[in-house]
């Protein structure tokens, strides 16, 4: 069995799918969402400025919202800060808020294994974030205040990276990024834009473990995903 067979298999999706052929997209946009009444403009102009150690120290420190009364450390993000590939996530694990660190739990294990489908690795032209810094109580979904509160220092992190894709993963992560409300299922296979980075909302690594039939089409959505940014970079 060849390396890229086993790695499809350790997702769950052997037999290698055959990924159907995806329809015209038809190109969607939206505005980028505003600081929440918890970030001030004045907060979100000075988080604006700042370079990448000035944002990993202030992240440390904030105080924004109520995530921060329980957590036992920030997690920031990792990966190349050069990243053809951004992917961004809902919130830390228990494991992430041991470890400092996105993505390192039984989701990070699968998101590593899907990445190597597609001939990524973490850290190498990849760049893994989230929504929020701080791990909401007992992993539950981030409130609206609390993702307007750590909007600032992603919208940051994102010019900063100046990523050549942003992948969504899950919900909270795309209705942050798009400013409005989303449906995965029915975002899926569509190319949308952010500040002019295309970006692309698959389900998250997490929701995969429980719904163990969705990891074909999650498969296909970076098969779509790595197919736009091949386009973008001929047309460059």
């Known amino acids: 069995m060849s390396k890229h067979a086993g790695v499809l298999r350790e997702m769950g999706?052997?037999?290698?799918?055959?990924?159907?052929?995806?329809?015209?997209?038809?190109k969607m946009r939206a505005d980028a969402p505003q600081a929440s009444q918890e970030g001030t403009s004045d907060r979100a102009s000075a988080i604006a400025a700042m370079n990448w150690d000035e944002l990993r120290s202030s992240v440390a420190e904030c105080r924004a919202c109520e995530l921060c009364q329980a957590r036992k450390q920030t997690v920031f993000g990792v990966g190349?800060?050069?990243?053809?590939?951004?992917?961004?996530?809902?919130g830390p694990g228990a494991e992430e808020d041991e470890r400092g660190e996105p993505f390192v739990g039984q989701a990070g294990k699968l998101l590593d294994a899907m990445l190597a489908a597609i001939d990524l690795k973490r850290g190498k032209q990849v760049y893994i974030a989230n929504a929020?810094?701080?791990?909401?109580?007992?992993?539950?979904?981030?409130?609206?205040?609390?993702?307007?509160?750590?909007?600032?220092?992603?919208?940051?992190?994102?010019?900063?990276?100046?990523?050549?894709?942003?992948?969504a993963l899950g919900k909270p992560a795309?209705?942050?990024?798009?400013?409005?409300?989303?449906?995965?299922g029915e975002a899926r296979g569509q190319i949308f834009q952010h500040n002019g980075i295309p970006l692309i909302v698959t389900y998250h690594p997490a929701y995969l473990l429980r719904t163990l039939q969705d990891k074909a089409k999650a498969w296909e959505d970076l098969c779509f995903a790595r197919s736009t940014l091949a386009a973008g970079l001929q047309s460059r």
């Open 174 to 184: 795309a209705q942050t990024l798009l400013g409005r409300e989303v449906k995965v």
């Open 80 to 90: 190349d800060l050069s990243p053809d590939w951004l992917f961004v996530g809902e």
């Open 13 to 26: 999706l052997a037999p290698i799918w055959k990924i159907r052929k995806i329809r015209k997209i038809q």
């Open 132 to 167: 929020v810094k701080c791990r909401p109580p007992g992993n539950r979904t981030p409130a609206p205040a609390e993702t307007a509160a750590c909007w600032p220092y992603l919208q940051r992190q994102i010019a900063l990276l100046r990523p050549r894709l942003i992948v």
